[in-house]
C-alpha cells in the first residue's frame, strides 16, 4: 500500500513539475498563443495607434507563416482606447482578464501607458510596449515591462547637437507644443542650448490643436532666426512651413519622431524639401525601409499597406523581440521564463533598426539615433550621411 | 379599493423614499455591489468602479442642472480641479488622504464661485457658453502652475490608505468608491427634500416667482454652484486615483457631455435618474458588443477595433431616441411602468 502510495505521489508530483506551469499560464493552448494589444484606434491620434498595430500584425503573420511559436499560432488581440486614459485602463484589463492575453504589446501614448503601468505591475504579463516611450516606463525598472525605442530627450539632443554643428553661429528659433511632449522637447533643446552656448533669438510656445501659425511665424522671420526647431507634431509642422512658405523664409528646419511620416512631406509640398527629422527606425526610402515594405506586402491587406509609417516598424520591432522571447522558451513558455528571456535579449536584429538589446535590470532598449533629411520629390526622408 | 398615490402628511411628502420595500431593494443592491468584486473579474470590475465614480459627479451636476436649471458645459473643468486638489495635497506634500478628499471638494468650490458670479446674470446657452469657457481657462491655469501641478507632467496618484486600511486593491478601492457614492446619494436626496433643495427647484421653474417667493437668488445660485463643484471635485479625485496618474490630458471635455447626456437619459432633476442613467449609458457599449457578439465575432472584433467611434454613434442615438419618446427619462419610464402596475386593469 505504502509503495502504490508513494508510486502515486511522484507521478503526481512530476504531472505538476512537466505539465503544471504551462497548464496554469493563462492565453496558452496547444495550438494557440494570445497576444494583447491597446491601441488608440479611432480619432487623430489613430495614425499611430493604426500604424503601430499594423507592425504587430505584421510581425506575426511572419512568425504564423513560419509555423507560430513552437507549433503555436499566434492570435493577436486588439482594442481600441481612443486615446482616452480610462479605457486604456479598462481594454488592459479586458485583454489580461476575459481574453486572457499571454503578453502585451504597444499600450498607446505616453500618458495612457504612465496610467496603465500599475495594472501591467499587478498582472505580472510579460509586456513590451513600444509607441511612446517615456522615462516613467523605464524609471524605475518593472520586473515585467520592456520599452523599445528611444527617449524624446535623447532624440532633440542629438537633433540640436547636429543642426548646431552644421550651422555654427546661426541664430534659434523653437516652437513648442503646451503639453508634455512639448516639455520633453523644451528641455533636451534648452540643455544643448546651455552647453553650446546657441544664440535663441526666438522660443514660442503654441496650444495643443492649434491650426493657425500666422503670428507665430512672423514673428520667428522677424527674429531672424536662421536655424528653427519646430516642436509641432503633424498638421501642426505642416501649417508652421506653409506659413514659412508664404512669408518667403526658409530656415534651416528640424522636426521630430512623432511628425517623421511620409504624408506629412506630401502636405507640406515644397515646403518640406530639405527639412531635418531625427529617428531611431530605418527611413522608408533606405535599403532597409524598401525591404521591410516588401515583406509587408503579403502579410497585410492593401488597406492596411497605405497605413504603414515608422510606427509600423517600433510596433514591428517590438512584436519581433517579444515573439523570439517567448519562443526560446521552448514548448512551455510561462511569465517568468518569457520575462527572463527578454532580460536576455541581446543584439536581436530586426532589420527596422539597430539590433535590440535589454539586460539585468535594464528595461530600456536604448536605440541608436540617426538624422535624415527629407526629399519632396520622392516625398521620402533619407539618411543624411 | 387603492386609487392613487396620496401623500398624506408632510412627514409623507418629505421621506427620502416613499415605500418600505425601496429600502429593500436598495439594501439588496448594496449588498450586490459589495460582493460583486468576489464574483466579477477585473474588466468587469472596473465597469462598476467607473459607475460609482462617474454617479457620484453626475450626482453633483444634477445638483445645478437637474435641481436648479443651471445649464453647465464645463463640469469636467470641477472634476480636474478635484483630482489635482487630491494629487497636490496628497501626492505632492504628503497630506493624509482625507485631507486630500477635503481640497478635492473645497478647491472646485472655491473655483466654481468665480464661475458661479456670471451665472447671477446668465441663463440657457449664455451661462453654458461661460461655464464651457470655464473648463478651457482652468486647463491653461493648470498647465501654467508648474510649480504647484508640474504642468502637462502630470502627478502620478497612488491608491489611498486612510485609517490603516489600504484600498490599493481594485476589490477596495470600489468599496472606498461604494461608500462615497451612497454618502453622496443620500446627501443629493437631502438637499432636494430640504428648504435649500426646494429653492433650487423654484428657481429652476421660474426665478422670477422664487424671487417674489423671497428666495434669494445671487445665495442660492450660488450655493448651487458651490455645493455640485464640491460634490464633482470629489469624484474628480475618485477618478484620478483611478487613473493612477492625474494629467490635463486624462480629463477630455467628451466628459462633459457624457455627464449632460446621463442626466438627460435618466431624467434631470432624479437622483435615480442620475443612477439609472450612468449605468445605462456607461454599460451600453459593452451590453452592445455583448448582445453582437452572440451572433458574428466579427462584430465582437468590430466593436473592440473601432470601439470610441460605434460608442460615440451610441450615445447620439440613445440621446436623440429618449428625447423623442422618453423626455422625462429612464425614471420617467419606471414611474410610467409603476403607475401601471398599480393602477391595472385601470389605465389612470
Known amino acids: 500500500m505504502k509503495k502504490y502510495l508513494t508510486t502515486a505521489s511522484l507521478l503526481f508530483a512530476s504531472a505538476l513539475l512537466v505539465g503544471g506551469p504551462a497548464l496554469a499560464q493563462q492565453g496558452i493552448t496547444d495550438t494557440e498563443i494570445v497576444i494583447g494589444d491597446v491601441e488608440p484606434l479611432t480619432g487623430p491620434p489613430a495614425l499611430l495607434g493604426v500604424a503601430a498595430s499594423i507592425g504587430h500584425k505584421i510581425a506575426i503573420a511572419e512568425a504564423n507563416s513560419a509555423g507560430g511559436i513552437n507549433g503555436r499560432k499566434i492570435k493577436y488581440v486588439l482594442e481600441d482606447d481612443g486615446y482616452v486614459t480610462a479605457r486604456t485602463i479598462q481594454g488592459a484589463k479586458k485583454v489580461i482578464e476575459v481574453d486572457k492575453a499571454f503578453a502585451m504589446l504597444g499600450m498607446s501614448g505616453s500618458g495612457q501607458s504612465i496610467a496603465v503601468m500599475p495594472v501591467l505591475e499587478k498582472s505580472g ?19 515585467n515591462v520592456f520599452v523599445v525605442g528611444q527617449s524624446y530627450e535623447e532624440g532633440i539632443i542629438h537633433l540640436v547637437n547636429y543642426l548646431a554643428e552644421k ?18 522637447v523644451r528641455d533636451g533643446f534648452d540643455s544643448v542650448v546651455k552647453a553650446k552656448k546657441l544664440n535663441v533669438v526666438y522660443s514660442g510656445n503654441y496650444k495643443k490643436g492649434q491650426q493657425d501659425f500666422s503670428s507665430d511665424m512672423l514673428q520667428l522671420k522677424d527674429s531672424g532666426a536662421e536655424v528653427f526647431l519646430a516642436g509641432g507634431i503633424i498638421a501642426e509642422n505642416i501649417a508652421m512651413m506653409k506659413e514659412l512658405e508664404k512669408l518667403n523664409v ?85 511569465w517568468a521564463c518569457t520575462i527572463s528571456e527578454l532580460e536576455n535579449t541581446k543584439n536581436v536584429e530586426t532589420g527596422v533598426m539597430a539590433p535590440i538589446s535589454f539586460g539585468p535590470g535594464v528595461r530600456f532598449s536604448n536605440q541608436k539615433l540617426q538624422i535624415m533629411q527629407a526629399d519632396a520629390a520622392t516625398l521620402s526622408f533619407k539618411p543624411v550621411k | 379599493m387603492r386609487t392613487g398615490d396620496y401623500k398624506q402628511t408632510y412627514g409623507e411628502l418629505v421621506a427620502l423614499v416613499d415605500s418600505p420595500p425601496v429600502w429593500l431593494w436598495s439594501a439588496v443592491a448594496v449588498a450586490a455591489l459589495i460582493v460583486a468584486p468576489y464574483a466579477l473579474n477585473a474588466y468587469a470590475l472596473s465597469f462598476v468602479t467607473i459607475i460609482l465614480i462617474t454617479v457620484v459627479g453626475t450626482l453633483g451636476l444634477n445638483i445645478l442642472t437637474g435641481y436648479t436649471g443651471l445649464i453647465s458645459l464645463g463640469h469636467v473643468g470641477f472634476l480636474v480641479t478635484g483630482a489635482y486638489g487630491y494629487a497636490v495635497l496628497v501626492s505632492k506634500y504628503q497630506m ?48 501654467e502652475a508648474r510649480t504647484l501641478t508640474n504642468g502637462a507632467r502630470g502627478i502620478p496618484v497612488q491608491r489611498p490608505e486612510i485609517f490603516g486600511i489600504s484600498f490599493d486593491s481594485d476589490t477596495a478601492f470600489t468599496w472606498l468608491c461604494l461608500g462615497v457614492a451612497i454618502l453622496t446619494l443620500f446627501a443629493t436626496l437631502n438637499i432636494r427634500r430640504s428648504r435649500v433643495g426646494r429653492a433650487f427647484v423654484a428657481i429652476r421653474d421660474n426665478d422670477t416667482a422664487a424671487r417674489v417667493m423671497g428666495i434669494n437668488l445671487h445665495a442660492y445660485k450660488l450655493l448651487a454652484f458651490v455645493t455640485s463643484a464640491f460634490i464633482t471635485g470629489i469624484s474628480g479625485a475618485l477618478y484620478g486615483i483611478y487613473l493612477s496618474f492625474v494629467s490635463v490630458e486624462g480629463f477630455p471635455f467628451l466628459l462633459s457631455i457624457e455627464a449632460l447626456a446621463i442626466l438627460i437619459v435618466g431624467g434631470l432633476g432624479s437622483a435615480l435618474g442620475t443612477v439609472l442613467g450612468t449605468v445605462l449609458i456607461v454599460l451600453l457599449p459593452e451590453a452592445t458588443r455583448l448582445v453582437f457578439s452572440l451572433f458574428s465575432a466579427q462584430m465582437d472584433a468590430l466593436f473592440s477595433t473601432g470601439a470610441q467611434e460605434l460608442k460615440s454613434m451610441l450615445y447620439g442615438l440613445v440621446i436623440i431616441l429618449f428625447l423623442r419618446f422618453q423626455p422625462r427619462g429612464l425614471v420617467g419610464l419606471w414611474h410610467d411602468i409603476r403607475r401601471t402596475w398599480v393602477h391595472w386593469p385601470l389605465r389612470y
Not at chain 1, 550651422?167 to 520633453?184: H, R, V
Open chain 1, 125 to 143: 504579463i510579460p509586456t513590451v510596449i513600444d509607441v511612446a516611450p517615456v522615462k516613467f516606463l523605464w524609471e524605475p525598472a518593472r520586473k
Open chain 1, 167 to 184: 550651422n555654427p553661429g546661426k541664430k534659434w528659433g523653437l516652437i513648442t507644443q503646451d503639453d508634455d511632449y512639448g516639455i520633453t
Open chain 2, 96 to 143: 493624509h488622504p482625507l485631507v486630500g478628499f477635503l481640497g478635492a471638494g473645497v478647491v472646485p468650490a472655491i473655483a466654481s464661485l468665480i464661475v458661479g458670479a456670471p451665472s447671477l446674470r446668465l441663463k440657457g446657452l449664455y451661462l453654458a457658453i461661460t461655464t464651457l469657457a470655464f473648463s478651457f481657462i482652468i486647463n491653461t491655469v493648470i498647465l
Open chain 1, 250 to 334: 526658409k530656415p534651416v528646419t528640424g522636426i521630430f519622431w512623432p511628425g517623421r511620416i511620409e504624408p506629412v512631406l506630401k502636405l507640406m509640398g515644397p515646403a518640406g524639401d530639405g527639412i531635418y527629422a531625427v529617428d531611431y527606425v530605418e527611413p522608408f526610402a533606405g535599403e532597409a525601409g524598401k525591404a521591410f515594405l516588401e515583406k509587408a506586402k503579403p502579410l497585410v491587406s492593401e488597406a492596411e499597406l497605405k497605413g504603414i509609417n515608422r510606427y509600423t516598424m517600433t510596433g514591428y520591432a517590438a512584436a519581433k523581440v517579444l515573439i523570439a522571447a517567448i519562443e526560446r522558451c521552448g514548448k512551455r513558455p510561462t
